[in-house]
């Protein structure tokens, strides 16, 4: 075992090869249905929206997909990104167990999110798209995004969260700083944005509408346009596990491996990139990692939202996937993890918890702003609100440990700092936060919205 604190590996050690968890899946993949007629879609349907490159990684069954050259010259930028391993943490817990976590806050926009932007951005760029669209919770994704559109020289339309838009104004500038166009959603820019406006003029948005406005664009751009997901779909999670196969090597590195690895999830990208070469570790060399994924209880799609098919967005216009989900027509309690309020989970990482592969566990707001404190008070570094659930869940799996005298090797994903989330630390501190639990009613309840898919089997 080693004496260091941060494990650092070298612009030579980046990965070559994003993992598909697709061509280990131990459960078969559901299709992707067409939001209209309940029917597989068609490469067709998905390419208004999508460059073919990024359509053929969806369905891809390949173990691994080489990443481009280009891809990984501007990874160079912030990858590898640093392990550490939190022994002031441990020490102020006072726990036997050994702490890791993998910093994604290490990016230029923050977060682990440019791993995919620069991906997808670049796949546009090559299929000769000229704009692009996409939603933002946090603010976190557009930033990234906006970052990876400047470099490959493409617009960039963010349609935001209106909570966020408000709650987050630096997230915004940072947008424009890199020059992408930021609206505050629901807009009244699209049909469906001035629908939900009509209804109610002082509606908050949710990811599920900004979605919809975001699609609706690229929808009818003629072609022009093309939208961006920063979630949810496989090759947005393939994207993403350089932080895994990073992870791989540095614990190596540090002469331990992992009893358990933990990562929040929204729509399950931070924790898949962190989780599936972990995985992959179970499923083909017999290792034993428990694997955690940290949700919200104002959120709780996989604790306690059903596992069906559902429409990805609001308005009904992006594909309809099998995954857990509390109802498109979700609308989330104004928390302050805005990344993490949206009503459904990744079809893989759903199908995974389905079968029992990787576990789940909900935490309430307040706790998991005492751990991020506690965690930025030991270490340093502020976390993202959203990351702070995962911190949450180390910080438990260390004082369980503790109690039962166990030398646990915990890894987490630090998927983002908290830099630009002072307004959530302030209401924290101010003794304004509150928490709240989602109803199992209001789950029940959405089901009766859910689309009524037939498949022949
Ligand atoms: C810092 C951070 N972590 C986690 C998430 C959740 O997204 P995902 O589950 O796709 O990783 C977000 C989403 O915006 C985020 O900004």
């Given amino acids: 075992m080693s004496e260091l604190t941060r494990f650092l590996l070298s612009e030579s050690d980046l990965p070559k090869y994003w993992y598909n968890i697709n061509a280990d899946m131990p459960v078969p993949p559901a299709p992707v249905l067409h939001p209209q007629t309940l029917e597989p879609v068609t490469p067709d349907f998905l390419s208004v ?125 940072m947008m424009e700083s890199y020059g992408a166009k930021v609206y505050a959603s629901p807009t009244d820019q699209t049909q469906f944005g001035r629908s939900i406006l009509e209804k109610d003029p002082n509606s908050n948005g949710s990811l599920g509408i900004a979605i919809s406005e975001a699609v609706e664009v690229a929808a009818t751009s003629g072609g022009k346009k093309k939208y961006s997901l920063g979630s949810v779909l496989n090759h947005v999670l393939l994207h993403q596990t350089v932080i895994g196969e990073e992870a791989l090597k540095q614990m190596d590195m540090a002469g331990e491996y992992p009893d358990v690895v933990i990562g929040c999830v929204g729509g399950g990208s931070n924790f898949a990139g962190i989780a599936f070469p972990f995985l992959r570790m179970n499923l083909l060399e017999g290792k034993k990692t428990r694997i955690v994924a940290v949700e919200p ?101 260390a004082l369980d440990a503790r109690e039962k005298g166990d030398k646990r090797v915990i890894l987490f994903n630090l998927s983002g700092h908290g830099n630009f989330d002072m307004s959530a630390y302030q209401a924290y501190l101010e003794g304004k936060l509150e928490d709240y639990s989602y109803p199992e009613e209001e789950v029940k309840k959405a089901m009766e919205y859910l689309p009524q898919v037939q498949l022949a089997s």
Avoid at 123 to 143: C, I, P, R
């Fill in 49 to 173: 929206l999508f460059p073919m490159e990024l359509i053929l990684q969806e369905i891809s069954t390949e173990r691994y997909i080489e990443i481009p050259d280009e891809v990984r010259e501007i990874y160079k930028l912030y990858r590898p990104t640093p392990l550490i391993r939190a022994r002031r943490l441990e020490k102020a817990l006072q726990t036997p167990a050994h702490i890791y976590y993998k910093y994604e806050g290490a990016s230029p926009a923050g977060s682990h999110k440019p791993n995919t932007a620069i991906a997808q951005a670049y796949y546009n760029k090559v299929a000769g798209t000229h704009a692009l669209t996409t939603e933002t919770g946090a603010g976190q994704w557009g930033s990234a995004l906006a970052l990876a559109c400047n470099f490959f020289d493409l617009d960039l339309e963010v349609y935001m969260v209106k909570v966020s838009y408000y709650q987050k104004p630096y997230r915004r500038i």
């Fill in 297 to 397: 209880a104002a959120t709780p799609s996989l604790t306690k939202g059903v596992y069906t098919f559902d429409y990805g967005d609001t308005a009904r216009m992006a594909p309809i996937v099998k995954m857990h989900t509390l109802g498109h027509t979700f609308m989330p309690a104004p928390i302050h993890a805005g990344g993490l309020r949206y009503h459904g989970m990744a079809p893989t990482v759903s199908a995974l918890y389905d079968a029992g592969y990787i576990d789940a566990v909900a935490v309430k707001q307040l706790a998991t702003f005492e751990a991020a404190l506690q965690f930025a008070r030991a270490e340093g570094i502020i976390p993202a609100p959203e990351s702070a659930h995962a911190i949450r869940a180390a910080i438990d799996e």
